[in-house]
């Protein structure tokens, strides 16, 4: 059974900076590629990036030039880098993996999130 697992939320400032992972307990055959969502309260869940397995990278506009998403195959392990973090990130993350490229993506495994809370 596929898991995926976040670790790294927590409470930073704003413009502070916070890195959060993500590992699958085993190598998910068929999936082009990992990314992440968030959702805010109150809010609906919304993407904001994902990598493809050749490495491309996509991010939503409100944090394009703030966050990094990069990944290391050989851990099952996707990152998300996040800096310049603004009270409006707050959110909890979700980790998922699924089929995409640079023109979408949509994702069949999800974790069960971690949350991120920038201070004002």
């Known amino acids: 059974q596929v898991q995926l697992v976040e670790s790294g939320g927590g409470l930073v400032q704003a413009g502070g900076s916070l890195r959060i992972s993500c590992s699958a307990s085993v190598t998910i055959r068929g999936i082009t590629a990992m990314g992440w969502h968030r959702q805010a309260p109150g809010k609906q869940r919304e993407w904001v990036a994902h990598i493809t397995l050749d490495g491309h990278t996509e991010y939503t506009n409100s944090v394009k030039g703030r966050f990094t998403i990069s990944r290391d195959s050989a851990k099952n392990t996707v990152y998300l880098q996040m800096d310049s973090l603004k009270p409006e990130d707050t959110a909890v993350y979700y980790c998922?993996?699924?089929?995409?490229?640079?023109?979408?993506?949509?994702?069949?495994?999800w974790g069960q999130g971690t949350q991120v809370t920038v201070s004002s």
């Open positions: 998922n993996a699924g089929q995409g490229s640079t023109s979408y993506y949509t994702p069949g495994y």
